[in-house]
């Protein structure tokens, strides 16, 4: 089975710009979980959904949202960036959750 | 709020040593316990978890709730052991919602 996937890779915005990431679960996944790295708080939960219904949010204040489609595919999307939202966005998909979640490589934002 | 502590950011051992990553965990509930691993230029992957009880690559770790510690260990470390590490906690019934520890950066010398 093909891994999950994320696109782009690589992103550089200025601030008050949006962003829109996506991931590709790997097939037959329901769950998609999605989470920021950064060097100084680490890796922190964003939200998961589940059946295109979010059912999990972390501590993340409303400009972070997501949202996923009906072939499991999530997006996540960003508005009015700060500098402080660079970092490594990673998300990971599971069957149902509650098994083994599953990594994709991630995409880089950086916000100038 | 969950929490988990990886108390060591770098640990340096050389092949064959015995190796122990720390971790140590504060949550209310039954939690669920497991390390991930990331391997230079690789994504994120599962190494175990509690349940399982399984020994992957020589890797153990048990949980020992009395202390709320989920140690990982190897009787023998090998050079391509070396990554970064990363001890994680679940809430149990919502498996996805995972808190990460800081991780700590294994080197294995020759």
């Known amino acids: 089975k093909a891994g999950v996937t994320q696109t782009p890779r690589y992103l550089i915005k200025t601030r008050g710009q949006q962003v829109t990431l996506s991931c590709s679960p790997i097939?037959?996944?329901?769950?998609v979980s999605w989470y920021q790295q950064t060097p100084g708080q680490g890796l922190q939960f964003l939200f998961e959904?589940?059946?295109?219904?979010?059912?999990n949010k972390g501590n993340f204040p409303g400009r972070f949202s997501g949202r996923q489609f009906s072939n499991s595919r999530s997006e996540m999307n960003v508005s009015t960036l700060e500098l402080g939202d660079s970092a490594l966005y990673l998300c990971?998909?599971?069957?149902?959750?509650?098994?083994?979640?599953?990594f994709g490589p991630g995409t880089r934002l950086l916000v100038l | 709020a969950q929490r988990v502590t990886q108390p060591e950011k770098l640990l340096s051992v050389f092949k064959g040593a015995p190796v122990e990553l720390k971790c140590n965990y504060s949550?209310?509930?039954?939690?669920?316990l497991f390390w991930y691993v990331q391997y230079s230029r690789q994504r994120l992957q599962l190494l175990l978890r509690h349940i399982s009880r399984e020994s992957i690559k020589g890797f153990t770790a048990d949980l020992n709730k009395g202390e709320t510690s989920f140690h990982l260990k190897k009787p023998f470390a090998q050079e391509e052991d070396s990554a970064m590490y990363y001890c994680a906690l679940s809430e149990g019934t919502s498996g996805s919602r995972l808190t990460f520890g800081e991780g700590t950066q294994l080197t294995v010398n020759p």
């Open positions: 959904y589940f059946s295109e219904t979010q059912r």
């Open positions: 949550y209310s509930g039954s939690p669920e």
């Open positions: 097939s037959g996944h329901r769950s």
């Open positions: 990971a998909s599971s069957f149902s959750g509650d098994e083994t979640q599953y």
